[in-house]
């Protein structure tokens, strides 16, 4: 079975520092996700690709995060500087469609710790 | 604001037990219904969807949920549990083809 692959698995960082998140969605989905999910909640969309076209990056914080998908295969998600409050399980997913009809599907995640 | 909130935060229950889920949304217009669970240590996966049709759907491992519009509600069930049910159950809403967004989710926690 096809699946979306994150790196790394576990980052520790400290406050101020930069960090960084990468993810290669599963061959041919043309929509990438990363979302974001704190302890106790469910995962909160941060920013969507169409291609390497960002086409919702609403609840991106845009001070400190950047994503880019240069070619419109793989993602990186960076972080500068690091805050506490972003310690967090990042998620990656991706789709065929841009409606995400057929359902995401997720990566196994970064969980980010900031110290 | 509109959101997708799930009535359970922690549920424990016996094996052979049957399980309800509660997930209430207030988007209006057409919707895209989803349950997602999470095992431990594993990746969200998807339970299964609804689009529009029959609005009882069946999904993987013996789960079902129905859509009930006049109650802006998608509750999963499954009529008995067992231990490898354990996990975290996320209800999710993509109104009108936008983006996916979830619920809290709900920890279920089955006792052999």
């Known amino acids: 079975e096809a699946e979306v692959a994150q790196s790394p698995r576990y980052k520790i960082t400290e406050k101020s520092q930069a960090v960084a998140f990468w993810c290669d969605p599963i061959s041919g989905h043309a929509t990438l996700y990363w979302y974001r999910q704190i302890l106790g909640q469910g995962p909160e969309l941060l920013v969507q690709f169409q291609d390497e076209s960002v086409v919702d990056d609403s609840q991106l914080p845009k001070d400190r995060f950047s994503a880019e998908r240069l070619k419109g295969v793989d993602s990186t998600l960076k972080i500068q500087p690091a805050e506490l409050g972003d310690s967090a399980m990042y998620l990656c997913?991706?789709?065929?469609?841009?409606?995400?009809?057929?359902?995401?599907?997720f990566g196994s995640g970064t969980r980010l710790t900031v110290v | 604001a509109q959101s997708v909130s799930q009535h359970n935060h922690h549920v424990i229950l016996s094996e052979a037990a049957s399980l309800e889920l509660g997930c209430n949304y207030s988007?209006?217009?057409?919707?895209?219904l989803f349950w997602y669970v999470q095992y431990p240590g594993q990746h969200l996966q998807l339970l299964l969807k609804?689009?529009?049709?029959?609005?009882l759907v069946k999904g993987i491992k013996g789960f079902e949920a129905e859509f009930i519009k006049s109650k802006f509600s998608f509750n999963l069930r499954k009529p008995s549990v067992q231990w490898s049910d354990t996990a975290e159950y996320f209800c999710?809403?993509?109104?009108?083809?936008?983006?996916?967004?979830f619920g809290a989710g709900t920890t279920v926690t089955v006792r052999a």
């Open positions: 997913a991706s789709s065929l469609d841009s409606g995400g009809r057929d359902g995401y599907t």
């Open positions: 999710a809403v993509n109104p009108n083809d936008y983006k996916l967004s």
């Open positions: 609804y689009f529009s049709g029959d609005p």
């Open positions: 988007y209006g217009g057409t919707v895209n």
